[in-house]
């Protein structure tokens, strides 16, 4: 079911964000996390003979925007990593743009694509890849990392109270049996907190999947750059 107040909510933040690029008539913009499209559409839709360059390292995302703005002569698809930005633009023989978006974090539709391990509310082998060309998954990260590195990993990117707990009962669980799965992992988390803690309406495991999903995807690293 969809929350209309967050629906709302991002709604507004979308149009007040492409808003403050200020689009102008022949200018040229890039869309550095196309993701679903959102902004590129609202870029596109704002002014005319504009040139739009949208990243995304995720192949996925590429394939479906090209499909999505077929009928677009103006939009130029990068797949990469938003770091390679300076670089990847100049291969367009371009030297100068006029704006740059960036939304940074995951993107709607990788949440709601189950088999991509993101959500902590659907059940999939523990992926998380933005770039499925990456060697590092979410999988690795739990089954291989030591406990100290999971408790910085998630204590420092997921902000989470309860790292310690958690990464020690990861350790727990995994030197039983591997593990695989999604649920697996929200299971461990949720034995890891008190009733208390469960009980405060937002979901245990969240905070944890961040962590593991900035750690898989290097996402500070990229903003870094």
Do not use: C, W
């Not at 200020?22 to 040139?51: M, P, R």
Request: aromatic fraction near 10%.
């Amino acid at each position: 079911m969809v929350n209309t107040v967050e629906y709302k909510h991002k709604t507004v933040l979308l149009n007040e964000t492409v808003e403050n690029v200020l689009v102008q008539d022949g200018k040229k913009y890039v869309d550095a996390t196309f993701g679903g499209g959102g902004h590129s559409s609202l870029i596109l839709n704002s002014a005319k003979n504009i040139e739009l360059f949208v990243f995304d390292k995720d192949l996925v995302a590429i394939e479906n925007g090209k499909e999505k703005f077929k009928d677009y002569d103006n939009i130029i698809f990068i797949n990469d990593d938003f770091s390679n930005i300076k670089k990847d633009i100049l291969n367009q023989n371009v030297d100068k743009v006029d704006g740059i978006i960036a939304d940074f974090g995951v993107s709607s539709y990788q949440l709601d694509t189950a088999y991509r391990g993101f959500s902590y509310m659907q059940d999939a082998p523990l992926d998380m890849r933005m770039d499925r060309k990456n060697t590092l998954s979410a999988y690795e990260v739990i089954n291989n990392y030591s406990e100290d590195e999971l408790y910085k990993i998630i204590k420092d990117y997921g902000e989470e109270k309860r790292a310690k707990y958690i990464a020690r009962t990861i350790i727990e669980r995994r030197s039983i049996s591997p593990i695989k799965t999604t649920f697996e992992l929200v299971d461990i988390i949720m034995a890891a907190v008190p009733a208390r803690y469960r009980e405060q309406g937002k979901h245990p495991a969240r905070k944890t999947f961040q962590a593991i999903r900035i750690e898989v995807n290097q996402e500070l690293k990229s903003i870094k750059t």
